[in-house]
């Protein structure tokens, strides 16, 4: 019988500090560069395990969502008490600009108009060019000064 030793790297899976690192990492929002080299793993050894292994890409997954569970937890929670949450706010519309970035609602003069309203403009507009190229053409066929 023969022994076998193992050779190489152990796996990342096996080194449970090395998952913990990358979940420490994520946590404090590292970028996915950051996570690795916190936790002393190349970039296509995190992808490939995310691909092959469901547990722990839900433990990534779950680690890159906790920084934004706090913030939000701050921010209500020191709304709540009448404190001042503006730092989680702040954190939150930078990163989840979608949700909580402050947004202006551009109008223009026909937003608020009805569909009959918007017909009435529409004549209105169509008679006005109209006129103008009346004048164009009128222009355009009399005749030319020579001096």
């Known amino acids: 019988m023969v022994n076998r030793v193992a050779v190489g790297r152990p796996s990342v899976l096996a080194d449970e500090n090395a998952v913990r690192k990358l979940e420490e990492a994520f946590q404090w929002d590292c970028n996915v560069s950051e996570a690795c080299a916190h936790a002393d793993i190349s970039r296509s050894t995190y992808y ?8 722990f890409s839900c433990r990534m997954m779950s680690a890159q969502e906790w920084p934004f569970i706090m913030a939000k937890k701050i921010m209500f929670t020191q709304m709540i008490e009448g404190r001042d949450g503006t730092l989680a706010l702040k954190f939150l519309e930078r990163r989840q600009k979608e949700s909580y970035a402050t947004r202006q609602e551009h109008m223009n003069k026909y ?3 009805s569909m009959e309203e918007l017909k009435a403009q529409e004549k209105v507009l169509r008679a006005e060019i109209a006129a103008i190229e009346n004048a164009n053409s009128r222009d355009n066929l009399e ?3 020579v001096h």
Do not use: N
């Open 143 to 145: 005749p030319m000064e």
């Open 48 to 55: 490939k395990l995310l691909a092959e292994d469901d547990r």
């Open 111 to 113: 937003d608020a108009l």
